[in-house]
């Protein structure tokens, strides 16, 4: 059966970075694509960021690869990451050889849990002084997201995982949170140790290589993994998933570049990563890794695209990729 891939490339560099991945993803198998509009653009033309149909068409789709959406941003990919389902956010931070970056050692995995802990929205304006936030913290999706770092690391070529959090001040959030997957670890039999996540923000600058996977709640891992991305430069290059029990999502990190937008000369190389893991979401394991050794060599000799210090287009680039393909 020919899997079906929803094509969500929104607004700005989205139109030209998500189109890159798909002829990569043409050129490896065979898959049926549907595109559909969101962002700031169908917006203005229809007063909704996010039509009806393509909410349906990622909650249907077996995966949807989405680029960008400008100021509409929160009401595109919020609702989209529901319409997956999406409980886990996967983010990748690793340094490839022939790009500068602060930290040449690094090479993370953030799992980031994405339904709750302090952006479960429940936030109030109490009086003119006081507002107030709840923190909601389940033993279901704490242990839900240890079960899928559990077998992300038997997958891979992991030792084990990291959980970072603060359960010495939020005893109970964070300390349900960070015993409830230290107890699925050992369930498992998968090694699992833990750090502050303060410490962690220290120590990942100083000694990169010290870490590997690295398990957060939401709003650390939207911080630590934006933090970990400054280590291995350039948010071209950053790609990432957004996993449902049924269905999932992957983007690229970065936004939509208004810049640089419509010039042709964005970086491909975010989205084309992207790519690579939602072939490898699907079970297409050794196509995701011909992707990903095509992009490093890429990287390594070029062409580059300009914020890589390079003159290439984003054809350039993309083409380059698919010869080595
Ligand atoms: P948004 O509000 O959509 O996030 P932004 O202004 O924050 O837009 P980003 O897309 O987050 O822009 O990018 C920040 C900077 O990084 C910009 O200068 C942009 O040109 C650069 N950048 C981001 N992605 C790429 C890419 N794929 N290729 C080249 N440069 C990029
Ligand atoms: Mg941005």
């Not at 996967?90 to 340094?95: E, G, K, L, S």
């Given at each position: ?13 989205g139109?030209e ?5 798909v002829?990569?993803?043409e ?20 007063g ?44 990748p ?18 799992l ?37 770092a559990c ?16 359960a010495?001040?939020?005893r ?55 933090l970990a991305a ?6 071209g ?27 042709g ?9 992207s790519a ?40 350039d680039v993309t ?7």
């Amino acid at each position: 059966m020919t899997e079906e891939i929803a094509v969500v490339p929104g607004d700005g560099i989205g139109q030209e970075v998500t189109p890159a991945a798909v002829e990569v993803l043409e050129a490896v198998g065979e898959f049926e694509f549907t595109e559909a509009d969101a962002g700031d653009a169908v917006k203005d033309e229809t007063g909704e960021a996010l039509p009806e149909e393509t909410y349906e068409l990622a909650a249907s789709a077996d995966a949807t690869l989405f680029g960008a959406a400008g100021e509409s941003a929160a009401d595109v990919i919020l609702p989209l990451r529901e319409a997956v389902g999406s409980f886990v956010n996967v983010r990748p931070a690793r340094a490839y050889p022939g790009v500068d970056a602060l930290r040449p050692e690094t090479d993370l995995v953030f799992l980031r849990e994405n339904t709750e802990g302090v952006y479960s929205g429940h936030e109030n304006r109490l009086s003119e002084d006081l507002s107030t936030l709840t923190r909601v913290v389940t033993s279901s999706a704490s242990e839900r997201l240890a079960e899928f770092a559990c077998e992300y690391v038997a997958e891979g070529d992991h030792d084990g995982f990291t959980v970072a959090h603060k359960a010495n001040v939020m005893r109970e959030t964070d300390g349900r949170f960070r015993e409830d997957v230290l107890a699925v670890a050992e369930e498992r039999g998968v090694d699992a140790d833990e750090v502050l996540m303060d410490a962690f923000a220290t120590h990942v600058c100083l000694d990169p290589e010290e870490f590997g996977v690295v398990v957060c709640p939401n709003l650390a891992g939207d911080v630590l993994s934006d933090l970990a991305a400054g280590l291995v430069g350039g948010l071209g290059l950053l790609p990432s998933a957004n996993i449902g029990e049924e269905n999932a999502l992957f983007e690229p990190v970065h936004g939509t570049a208004p810049d640089i937008a419509g010039e042709g000369v964005a970086n491909p190389t975010a989205a084309i990563l992207s790519a690579a893991m939602l072939l490898d979401h699907l079970g297409y394991d050794e196509e995701s890794e011909r992707v990903d050794s095509a992009v490093t060599g890429v990287l390594e000799e070029g062409p580059r695209t300009a914020d890589l210090g390079g003159e290439a287009s984003t054809e350039d680039v993309t083409s380059a990729i698919v010869d080595r393909l």
